[in-house]
Structures are given as structure tokens and as C-alpha cells.
């Protein structure tokens, strides 16, 4: 069983910035690939920013220059640091992960619960 468990969303005034944590944890023998989605209320999910292991990292044109995807392998943890942030930024942010497990090898997607994301005055 694995588990993506996701921290640091809040309420930030526009210009500021914030840090999204999303750690994965249980039976996991390789992670093949990170990223960041949000949804805003009546909206679709979208793609923010995604780190495929070894290929390139790919940023929605709404976040370029302002967020910046990163992945620490050894503690199976992906950031989303954003700065700059503006109210179009409000949503509840995903964290997704691509992950082969240790006691099937097979991969699987799987998701964060969700965090809260909030740019008001």
C-alpha cells in the first residue's frame, strides 16, 4: 500500500508565496514520475507542473517564472514552490505520482488528498 500525503497550502496575500510538500510512503520500489495538479471550484483538474524521472520538466504557461517544481528521491518527496502568487492561483492543489511498488513491480498513479490553496487581500 502506498500513500501521498501533501502539506503547506494556506491563505497568502497576492505576491506571496508558498510551499507545497507531498511525501509517498509504503511498499515503494521506484518512482517514475512527480508532479503538481489544481482544480478550482467549477473547473476541471489541470496540470501546474510534472517531473518525469530523467525526462523534462514541464510547466502550465500560468506558473512559468513563478513556480518551481523539485523532487528530493531519497525521502520520496516532491515541492511546489510558489511565488508571485495571484488570486487565478486559488485551487486545491494534487500532488500525483507514478510509483512501482515492491511487492507487485507493477506501476500504479497515485494521489495526494488534496491541500487547500488560497490568494486573497
Known amino acids: 500500500q502506498v500513500q501521498l500525503v501533501e502539506s503547506g497550502g494556506g491563505l497568502v496575500q497576492p505576491g506571496g508565496s508558498l510551499r507545497l510538500s507531498c511525501t509517498a510512503s509504503?511498499?515503494?520500489?521506484?518512482?517514475?514520475?512527480m508532479g503538481w495538479y489544481r482544480q478550482a471550484p467549477g473547473k476541471q483538474r489541470d496540470l501546474v507542473a510534472v517531473?518525469?524521472?530523467?525526462?523534462?520538466?514541464h510547466y502550465a504557461d500560468s506558473v512559468k517564472g513563478r513556480f518551481t517544481i523539485s523532487g528530493d528521491n531519497a525521502k520520496n518527496t516532491v515541492y511546489l514552490q510558489m511565488n508571485s502568487l495571484k488570486p487565478e492561483d486559488t485551487a486545491v492543489y494534487y500532488c500525483h505520482m507514478k510509483i512501482a511498488t515492491i511487492i507487485s513491480g507493477a506501476t500504479f498513479d497515485y494521489w495526494g488528498q488534496g491541500t487547500q490553496v488560497t490568494v486573497s487581500s
Open positions: 517531473m518525469p524521472s530523467g525526462g523534462t520538466t
Open positions: 509504503g511498499s515503494i520500489a521506484s518512482i517514475f514520475f
